[in-house]
């Protein structure tokens, strides 16, 4: 007796090769058979898929969802896209490991990355994955060990500088440990505080730990602006000494003037692959990203505590020397400099919630002041989250980044206190893959973007079970509309969580 024979679908298996038809039963969590013909086969239920293409389950390999599964374990906004899979704790952002001493550290750094206004019930990933199992979760989830927190759990407050020699030694026994308990590999984001702060040989060594576990290494460059190509140099000369996968996570290159740079980029990866190193890249279907909109602000400044930050912005002297490290945008990765004013768009202030939506140009007309003191007075006044959205690259770019052979889907999907806040990636990543790269501009054939979807992301992740729908898999399955490319039913783990349409109160994902 078999739970779900899918009949007369076209399968488009997750390795890239065009559909074939074919009959599809799963049973006990499992893809039992694939034939011509299970017309024979007894079962409680038969999809008629003769409408639909059966695919993998799809990968999301670069997600925010950290305590989305927990705070939301329906997971509903992953599953109605078809992602029956997700990878947290990236861009060096996660909560584990942590300490009583470290945890409000933690939750300050990563509150507009992942929410932190709740309780953290878990202290490393062993409590984490047996939490989650305790909960429930709607899809799979994996964890990336995050930079952010080990830095904080050996360092604590005083985690805004270079670490000793010793400090490093603790990093890496923290991360060494997560690793074999079960974490998938280990994120940095070189962008953010307090990991901007992080040397070389921070990096060399941590590096080194992935590598001699065979885990991914996940990172948010420490530029993906004007210092582009030295920024990617830094990492792929570390990888390749560690010997370690990596991943170069929302791979683009921000700023008009730097669009050019993305040729070379690709050319230096292709350089270190013929080295020995393993090396791809994920992205988001968009030109536009979301992040901090305190991560603006010059690393001299974001190494002061949030009441200093706001006494610094305040006062005249520090806020001129703070507008000329911003408007050079020589000494950091300055957004605010490489994109504009009018392209940098408020999605969340708790504070002044007045001026969401609004671009900075739009808000210093409204407050009749320069764009960068009307950014400098909302920071100051902000105690809460601050998001934001910016325009970073071009069309052109994300076309030729969406057809390159070694990219593969990743969301960057975050979610705030408030659903309006969101980026449209969040909810509707994977069906905006489709329309754009398919349909729209036809650069990826249907059975490349699912394996960019589903398959290439598993063997990132080393997955051995996962991604493609072959036997003795475990069925994590999507049936998409031939005319809309959407997706009608998904299962995870055998289980249905959408059925034709309608998004079912099951939670039936694991940790893995």
Known sequence: MYDFPFRNAVVIDGSGKQGFCADVAVAEKRICLIDEDLSYVRASRTFDASSFFLTPGFIDIHSHTDSLCFLSPQMNEKANQGITLDVAGNCGAG???????????????????????????????????????????????????????????????????????????????????????????????LYYSPVIFSSRDELKALLNTAGRKGKLFSVHLRSEGNDFLSSLDEILSLALEASVKTEISHFKVIGEKNQNKLCSALSLIEKYREKGLC??????????????????????VLRLSPLEIRIALSLDIQRRDIKEEMLAGTTYESIYSLVGPEKIKIKLLENNPQYENMSLSEIASERNEDALDALLDILAEETGC?????????????????????????????????????????????????????????????????????????????????????????????????????????????????????LQNSLPGMVI
């Not at 005083?158 to 590999?185: F, H, V």
């Not at 969406?402 to 999907?413: I, R």
């Not at 490349?448 to 898999?473: C, P, Q």
């Open 386 to 502: 601050a998001i934001m959205e910016d325009e970073t690259e071009s069309e052109e770019n994300l076309i030729a980044i969406m057809k390159h052979p070694l990219m593969s889907f990743g969301s960057d999907s975050l979610f705030s206190v408030n659903e309006k806040s969101d980026h449209e990636r969040s909810r509707s990543a994977v069906p905006h893959f489709l329309s754009f790269c398919v349909k729209e501009k036809g650069i990826l054939s249907l059975a490349e973007a699912v394996a960019r979807l589903s398959g290439r992301n598993a063997d990132k992740l080393s997955l051995s079970e996962r991604g493609y729908v072959r036997e003795g898999y475990y069925a994590d399955l999507v049936l998409l509309s031939r005319d809309t490319l959407s997706p009608d039913t998904v299962l995870v783990n055998g289980k249905l969580k959408k059925d034709k349409g309608v």
């Open 95 to 189: 909560f584990f490991p942590n300490t009583e001493e470290s945890l409000p550290v933690l939750k300050e750094y990563v509150k507009d990355i992942i929410r932190s206004d709740w309780e953290i019930p878990f202290d490393d990933y062993s409590s984490l994955k047996a939490e989650l199992k305790r909960r429930g979760c709607g899809i799979n989830m994996s964890f990336l060990c995050s930079h952010t927190a080990i830095r904080t759990a050996v360092m604590g407050k005083d985690s805004k500088r270079e670490a000793s020699e010793e400090e490093i030694e603790k990093m890496c026994a923290l991360l060494e440990k997560e690793l074999e308990n079960g974490a998938c590999g280990f994120s940095t984001g």
């Open 279 to 300: 090396v791809s890249f994920d992205q988001y279907p968009y030109t536009y990203g979301s992040t901090s909109l305190f991560s603006l602000l010059p690393p001299s």
